[in-house]
């Protein structure tokens, strides 16, 4: 692994168990359904590396589910969750995904992936021939394109499963979970993405998840900045901002991003449940993927540029939402 690499700024929940339509809990179950999963289901242990904000709840999810997760991170005070969920902490990659089913990956960025599965201490240097690997990370569609293809001449089996939801997603096992790769180890792989979303749909080959990923991250900052835009305009005329988001909620101009953003907005509390920092990295990739297919995506380097701003005046590790910061001070309303 690089040295140096940091990937998480975890505030871990409590862990808890969670029944859907597409897991085994949801039907009637024998007195230990874990004990039962475990013997019928050829997944039943993974290694989970990269336990931050999102990766933390993530393995929770998967060890409360019936599956043994093992999981590493940099920082080894972030495996405590896991392991009070009885789950176990391992010392480097290596240890984690030694005699693991499949790796799960959640790491910030496209060179961290890179490191975790080709590096010396890695996946493919350590982990067994067959593995399934599921990246649900946010990368670039054309480093996940090349590391299938590493994977696969190194017989192991790789799919791109970004997910979209934020750290509440991630609490409450509600992600959107978008993946490339082939038709076959998707479904192979439900019983983990049961267990972790509640939208979970094969867009494509290698790279899709990606792709589609990129096309998500562009509409959620158009719609921060927008709410951030709508919430300075209507303080300047010293309209009830709670009254207004209501009304503006209940029709047309309502989001997922009003629901979940309004009250970080208000109250100014921008706690990371997905930074400034990783937004920006994002947008890079739309903006670089937009160009290589020769698309225009106006908005989209608007918002990167803006993204970009907020970094250089010190809000990369606030929460997306403090673009609201960046309409403040462009109109000299920033009140610290």
């Known amino acids: 692994m690089s040295a140096g690499s940091v990937w998480s700024t975890s505030?871990?929940?409590?862990?808890?168990?969670r029944a859907s339509d597409g897991s085994l809990a949801s039907a009637a179950q024998p007195a230990d359904p874990s004990a039962q999963?475990?013997?019928?289901?050829?997944?039943?242990?993974?290694?989970?590396?990269?336990?931050?904000?999102?990766?933390?709840?993530m393995a929770v999810h998967l060890q409360n589910a019936g599956h043994r997760v093992v999981g590493f991170n940099p920082s080894p005070d972030k495996t405590a969750p896991l392991v009070q969920a009885g789950g176990s902490a391992a010392g480097s990659v290596a240890d984690a995904v030694r005699d693991a089913d499949v790796v799960a990956v959640m790491v910030p960025d496209s060179p961290d992936v890179r490191d975790v599965l080709t590096g010396e201490d890695g996946v493919f240097a350590n982990a067994k021939e067959g593995t399934l690997v599921i990246d649900f990370s946010?990368?670039?569609?054309?480093?996940?394109?090349?590391?299938?293809?590493?994977?696969?001449?190194?017989?192991?089996?790789?799919?791109?499963?970004?997910?979209?939801?934020?750290?509440?997603?991630?609490?409450?096992?509600?992600?959107?979970?978008?993946?490339?790769?082939e038709a076959t180890d998707f479904e192979?792989?439900?019983?983990?993405?049961?267990?972790?979303?509640?939208?979970?749909?094969?867009?494509?080959g290698n790279g899709a998840g990606q792709t589609v990923k990129a096309?998500?991250?562009l509409i959620v900052a158009a719609n921060i900045q927008a709410l951030a835009e709508a919430v300075v305009f209507l303080g300047a005329y010293g309209v009830d901002l709670e009254a207004a988001l209501d009304v503006l909620g209940g029709g047309l101009a309502g989001s997922k991003v009003l629901e979940q953003k309004r009250s970080a907005m208000a109250s100014h509390d921008f706690t990371p449940g997905f930074r400034i920092d990783l937004h920006h990295k994002d947008l890079g990739i739309v903006t670089s993927a937009a160009r290589e297919a020769g698309v225009v995506v106006p908005v989209g380097g608007l918002l990167a540029q803006l993204m970009a701003s907020a970094r250089a005046n010190g809000d990369g590790a606030l929460d997306h939402s403090g673009l609201l910061r960046g309409v403040e001070r462009l109109s000299g309303r920033l009140s610290d």
Do not use: C, W, Y
Request: charge should be positive; avoid cysteine; hydrophobic fraction near 40%.
């Open 188 to 204: 192979a792989a439900r019983e983990v993405f049961d267990a972790l979303g509640r939208t979970v749909v094969h867009v494509g």
């Open 11 to 17: 505030r871990p929940p409590p862990p808890r168990p």
């Open 215 to 217: 096309a998500n991250q």
């Open 138 to 181: 946010s990368i670039r569609p054309d480093v996940t394109v090349e590391l299938a293809k590493t994977a696969k001449a190194k017989g192991f089996r790789l799919l791109d499963a970004p997910v979209s939801g934020g750290e509440a997603g991630a609490k409450n096992a509600a992600l959107s979970i978008m993946v490339g790769g």
């Open 37 to 57: 999963r475990n013997q019928e289901n050829p997944m039943s242990t993974i290694a989970f590396i990269g336990l931050g904000i999102m990766g933390s709840p």
